[in-house]
């Protein structure tokens, strides 16, 4: 994958979520989280069955830098606020049309670049205790397993095949939330 890792590319989503992450934490002591969760699944639900039945559509134009980084804000505060770090640039970079080995070098690091400024900046408001990192020391191996079987298909799968999965899984996240 670092063959096709371009840091032009990925720069405006970091830039962008670095400026995002921390109003997505500061709207934490005011928003009402079934709200979010509902309207975050609602558009979820919407984009991939969209996604599912759209025509074939040409992909965004490539030299979007601006369009990039407030896909990459957009991120952080939904990162910020619910944890979903990866959700809007995911589905940013499908109707970028971009490659599936672009695409994971830009959502996978985006993702973990927002839950790391996420943490910073809810440790700087002191709310991570002792047993929010308990949960995440027990979460962790799941995560690195769930990313080691993820990377065994992706070779063996073409770039329609990788687009269905990522709606799937999204479909799947959208509908989680929702209920």
Not at 117 to 144: D, H, N, Q, R, Y
């Amino acid at each position: 994958m670092r063959g096709a890792l371009d840091w032009r590319k990925l720069l405006p989503f970091v830039t962008g979520a670095a400026v995002g992450v921390p109003a997505g934490v500061a709207l934490l002591t005011w928003s009402d989280p079934r709200s979010i969760r509902t309207a975050v699944g609602v558009f979820l639900v919407a984009h991939c069955v969209y996604g599912f039945i759209r025509p074939k559509l040409g992909p965004i134009s490539e030299g979007r830098n601006a369009a990039d980084a407030a896909v990459g804000f957009l991120n952080g505060v939904l990162g910020g606020l619910t944890g979903l770090a990866g959700i809007v640039v995911t589905v940013w970079c499908n109707l970028r049309g971009w490659s599936k080995e672009v695409q994971r070098t830009i959502f996978q690091p985006v993702a973990v670049a927002v839950f790391l400024m996420s943490a910073f900046w809810l440790g700087a408001k002191g709310t991570i205790t002792a047993e929010t990192a308990k949960l995440f020391v027990m979460g962790l191996p799941c995560v690195m397993a769930g990313t080691w079987l993820g990377l065994r298909p992706f070779e063996h799968i073409d770039e329609a095949m990788f687009r269905r999965i990522i709606l799937a899984l999204l479909l799947i996240s959208g509908a989680l939330l929702v209920i």
